[in-house]
């Protein structure tokens, strides 16, 4: 990584080596982030491990991509997991022998947990940033954080004291999302941008970003678009996709799916923002695209599914009554929540039809999700340098 196009302010570290890995689209902006907050702070920075595109613009040096960690559930992670070990341990080599002063895992804990245990095993010191969901399922966890981990970087307040009782040194930082995410936005602007007609009422799907989700999410929510169409002629649909690959297999799916005639789809190829900008309402598989959904205060439907096994086996593990991000963050159900057999079209799109025509309905989800945004808007970027830089001894 080159050194900051601007000179570092006086007493910045003048130099830092961090390994870093991260997991799926959404760790790619997190990690980007954490990178950018340390450009101001480290004359020159190195950066190298796993990542994506956004790593790549702030200079990281991508030994593996990203995409190779895109594995979603407990069958797909096992049929990788001879791929996956073989890559943690050589990865874990290559780190061994560079000796980087901090190693940040951010997110993807199956990968990373093993990893910094590795790590923290030879003397180097690591950091993890986003939190396993222990305060939702797989409480174990944290026995293993507690070995693997030298500090946790918090997203959401409430883990603190999860942590605080662990005795697992932790720091909330607030979510990057939340500072990137601007309060108010152009949904004209948005509009223009994508193509789309500027006075039809819009509703945006996203059905995830890894392959797994795409496949078992694309044809009920495309389904559900036909099944609104019928009834309402004045919407019009965007469905982003994460990759171009993801792009083309929305495109064949949409081809295939016997949609109704005339169906006012737009696909495009990322830009999820910009269609999450330009939405009156949303549909959304369950993970980070709902809680960006929050941030963009847009009211949703949150649908999931995955192999019946998965579910069965995270149904028995989970401890919270929510799936979604903005209704555990809220503490109660803002939105509506449609897993598995649930996810049918016409339950899909009555809960729609009810967030766009029942205004003091969607005026109560818009408020609850400023609220959402105060609290999570805490400048993530630069706490989370200035604890990596803490820990690291910089």
């Not at 690591?126 to 030298?150: C, L, M, N, Q, Y």
């Not at 649908?303 to 919270?320: D, H, V």
């Not at 999570?376 to 001894?393: D, H, K, M, P, Y």
Request: proline share 6%.
């Amino acid at each position: 990584m080159k050194p900051a196009d601007t000179p570092a302010p006086a007493g910045a570290t003048a130099r830092l080596a961090l390994g870093m890995v991260a997991g799926e689209a959404s760790g790619d902006l997190l990690a980007a982030a954490v990178l950018e907050g340390l450009t101001g702070r480290v004359a020159l920075l190195e950066a190298a491990g796993i990542g994506g595109p956004a790593m790549a613009r702030h200079g990281f040096d991508a030994w593996w991509s990203i995409d190779a960690l895109s594995v979603n559930g407990y069958l797909e992670v096992l049929r990788e997991y001879p791929r996956l070990r073989r890559m943690r341990n050589a990865l874990a080599a290559r780190l061994g022998a560079w000796r980087p002063r901090l190693f940040v895992g951010v997110d993807a804990p199956d990968f990373n947990l093993d990893l910094e245990a590795k790590l923290r095993a030879q003397g180097i010191r690591t950091v993890h940033f986003i939190s396993p969901s222990v305060w939702a399922w797989r409480r174990e966890r944290i026995g293993k954080i507690r070995r693997s981990v030298d500090h946790m970087l918090l997203v959401f307040p409430f883990e603190e004291e999860i942590y605080r009782a662990a005795g697992i040194a932790a720091t909330y930082v607030g979510h990057p999302l939340a500072d990137v995410i601007p309060e108010t936005v152009d949904a004209a602007a948005a509009r223009r941008a994508l193509g789309l007609p500027e006075r039809a009422t819009v509703v945006a799907l996203l059905p995830g970003s890894r392959p797994a989700e795409v496949e078992h999410l694309a044809l009920p929510f495309l389904r559900t678009a036909g099944w609104l169409h019928e009834r309402r002629r004045d919407l019009h649909f965007v469905m982003p996709a994460a990759s171009a690959a993801l792009f083309e297999r929305l495109g064949a799916i949409a081809t295939s799916a016997r949609l109704p005639g005339q169906l006012p789809l737009t696909l495009v190829s990322g830009r999820s923002h910009d269609a999450l900008a330009a939405a009156d309402a949303v549909l959304v598989a369950s993970g980070t695209a709902s809680l960006e959904a929050a941030l963009f205060r847009r009211p949703m439907v949150i649908a999931y599914r995955m192999n019946g096994l998965n579910y069965r086996i995270m149904r028995r593990m989970g401890y919270l009554p929510w799936v979604g991000l903005p209704n555990i963050l809220s503490g109660r159900r803002v939105v509506p929540e449609f897993l598995q057999d649930a996810v049918r079209a016409p339950d899909l799109g009555a809960a729609l039809l009810r967030q766009l025509d029942d205004d003091a309905h969607r005026d109560g989800i818009v408020a609850q999700f400023a609220a959402l945004h105060g609290m999570l808007r805490r400048g993530c970027a630069a706490r989370a340098a200035a604890v990596i830089l803490e820990v690291s001894g910089g």
